[in-house]
Nanobody
Framework: QVQLVESGGGLVQAGDSLRLSCVAS????????MGWFRQVPGKEREFVAA????????YYEEFVKGRFTISRDNAKKTVYLQMNSLKPEDTAVYYC???????????????????WGQGTQVTVSS
């Protein structure tokens, strides 16, 4: 089992930046893909970004490309989401997750991820 705890959310203005962190505890996550999702009330959880176990391959949903950067530090069991040029439509609860399968590749469906954090609220005012 792995437990995930996100932090770094808050209230910012449009154009500002935030850095989210997600620390894993329990079993190792170094051989698993890790991802960030977000959700607003009344909508399904949507994929934001993910990073493969090798820390090299990363992929993003189109609406955050060029603004968000995902990274990980396997020694610290931590995944980050650097969010720049934030927009009001980025307002959501952000969740980190670990893939169900080891060495997962290219996954972006929430059902492909088996462990989730409690989420951190990001609010961007206009």
């Amino acid at each position: 089992q792995v437990q995930l705890v996100e932090s770094g959310g808050g209230l910012v203005q449009a154009g500002d930046s935030l850095r989210l962190s997600c620390v894993a505890s329990g079993r190792t996550v170094s051989n698993y893909a890790m991802g960030w999702f977000r959700q607003v009330p009344g909508k399904e959880r949507e994929f934001v970004a993910a990073i493969h176990w090798n820390s090299v391959s990363r992929y993003y949903e189109e609406f955050v490309k060029g603004r968000f950067t995902i990274s990980r530090d396997n020694a610290k069991k931590t995944v980050y989401l650097q969010m720049n040029s934030l927009k009001p439509e980025d307002t959501a609860v952000y969740y980190c997750a670990v893939s169900r399968k080891i060495l997962s590749w290219g996954i972006r469906n929430p059902s492909d991820f088996g462990s989730w954090g409690q989420g951190t609220q990001v609010t961007v005012s206009s």
